[in-house]
């Protein structure tokens, strides 16, 4: 069936640091994918989202990269701050589910240490 | 403005209760979207609207009941609970056509 997973339940790092959080996937056919910060007590918060047919997207200190070959997303946090520290959600659009089903992974706790 | 907003934002309930939640957003998104979140699980999407029609209701029980008012709002009707129903309630809106999905700082729902 169809699933996203997480490698790390948690993410230990200290300030400044880079991070990286992973993503494995299932579903060859997904097309799209998202990653998503919450904090606690808040909604998700869109952070950065990718495309099929791209391998790497950068945003303001974040950037996604996406290996087809081996279904694997991850997302990395450049010089990583206190406020990084949340619960962090990959997400994918399966294809064949039309695009308003998002499959969410287990998410990944990131703590950052000042 | 990527603002999704929900009332209240906590709600205690009886068993017997009927309660509703709100969510608004003035985007011009015409998808909208309810998600149940348990502590420490992901979002596990309920219904889905697009424009203003129920397209997804993803085997939710009928004490649940969404309704659409119009393309801004979006409510979730609860009726006789359980307090296994108890957790956070996200709505979400999309662009219609689009994936990427804005969400609300969430409704926290105990049942009693």
């Known amino acids: 069936g169809e699933s996203v997973g997480l490698h790390l339940p948690t993410l230990s790092v200290q300030e400044g640091d880079n991070s990286i959080i992973n993503c494995a996937y299932s579903n060859s056919a997904s097309d799209y994918f998202i990653w998503y910060k919450q904090e606690s007590g808040k909604g998700p918060q869109f952070i950065i989202d990718?495309?099929?047919?791209?391998d790497k997207r950068q945003g303001q200190r974040v950037t996604v990269l996406l290996n087809k070959t081996v279904k694997h997303l991850s997302l990395q946090i450049a010089a990583t701050q206190p406020g990084d520290s949340a619960v962090y959600f990959c997400a994918e659009n399966p294809m064949n589910t039309g695009f308003q089903k998002l499959v969410f992974g287990t998410g990944t706790r990131l703590l950052v240490s000042p | 403005d990527t603002e999704v907003t929900q009332t209240p934002k906590h709600l205690v309930m009886g068993m017997t209760n009927k309660k509703s939640l709100k969510c608004e957003q003035h985007m011009g998104h015409r998808a909208m979207y309810w998600y149940k979140q348990k502590a420490k699980k992901p979002p596990e999407l309920m219904f889905v609207?697009?424009?203003?029609?129920?397209?997804i209701n993803e085997s939710v029980p009928s004490r649940f009941s969404p309704e659409c008012p119009n393309s801004s709002l979006l409510n979730l009707h609860l009726h006789a609970l359980q307090p296994e129903d108890s957790a956070l309630y996200l709505c979400?809106?999309?662009?219609?056509?689009?994936?990427?999905?804005?969400f609300g700082p969430g409704t926290r729902l105990l049942v009693l």
């Open positions: 979400a809106s999309s662009e219609a056509g689009v994936e990427t999905q804005y």
């Open positions: 609207y697009s424009y203003e029609k129920l397209s």
């Open positions: 990718i495309r099929s047919n791209m």
